[in-house]
T-cell receptor
């Protein structure tokens, strides 16, 4: 069964460094999403992406964040200058469409630790 | 502000027993309600999706109910198995304008099934 994959599974970085989290969505899906989950807290929406542009973003997704689909398969989340509070699990998700009953399929996540 | 509240926060049950998890939401305008299962360290996996007009939906031993009038949902797990041990997250989709939908996540109920 097709699945969303994410790399790396874990990333440790120093505060102020740039990180790029990578995702390969399911191949026939058109909508892509990033979420984050701070340890012990609920999952939070960051951004959705369609047709090579951001379709919507949350308040969390500030100028330090950017997303890109550099080729036909990868979908990346870049954090320009990491802060301690960026430490979280980051989930990528994808869906075929944006209809009412579309299921979003989540990847296994990347655990980011900022020191 | 859109909110999703879940109860109980955690639950321990014996293998083979049934249990019911609760979700209350204040997301408006409402689009649909989803229940996800999240194993520790993994991404959420969709169990059910219900729209406004649906009162109940089953997926194997999982049965979700929705009362759109009182803005409440429940997830009933029948004949629990050890593998049901996970966090169960209620997610409500709200229409955010211009054809866009945004997901609001609850904090989840952590279920532990013991032998």
């Amino acid at each position: 069964e097709p699945e969303v994959t994410q790399t790396p599974s874990h990333q440790v970085t120093q505060m102020g460094q740039e990180v790029i989290l990578r995702c390969v969505p399911i191949s026939n899906h058109l909508y892509f999403y990033w979420y984050r989950q701070i340890l012990g807290q609920k999952v939070e929406f960051l951004v959705s992406f369609y047709n090579n542009e951001i379709s919507e973003k949350s308040e969390i997704f500030d100028d330090q964040f950017s997303v890109e689909r550099p080729d036909g398969s990868n979908f990346t989340l870049k954090i320009r200058s990491t802060k301690l509070e960026d430490s979280a699990m980051y989930f990528c998700a994808s869906s075929v469409g944006r209809a009412l009953q579309e299921t979003q399929y989540f990847g296994p996540g990347t655990r980011l630790l900022v020191l | 502000k859109n909110q999703v509240e879940q109860s109980p926060q955690s639950l321990i049950i014996l293998e083979g027993k049934n249990c019911t998890l609760q979700c209350n939401y204040t997301v408006s305008p409402f689009s649909n309600l989803r229940w996800y299962k999240q194993d520790t360290g993994r991404g959420p996996v969709s169990l059910t999706i219900m729209t406004f007009s649906e009162n109940t939906k089953s997926n194997g031993r999982y049965t979700a109910t929705l009362d759109a009038d009182t803005k409440q949902s429940s997830l009933h797990i029948t004949a629990s198995q050890l593998s049901d041990s996970a966090s169960y997250i209620c997610v409500v989709s709200g229409y955010s304008g211009a054809g866009s939908y945004q997901l609001t996540f609850g904090k989840g109920t952590k279920l532990s099934v013991i032998p």
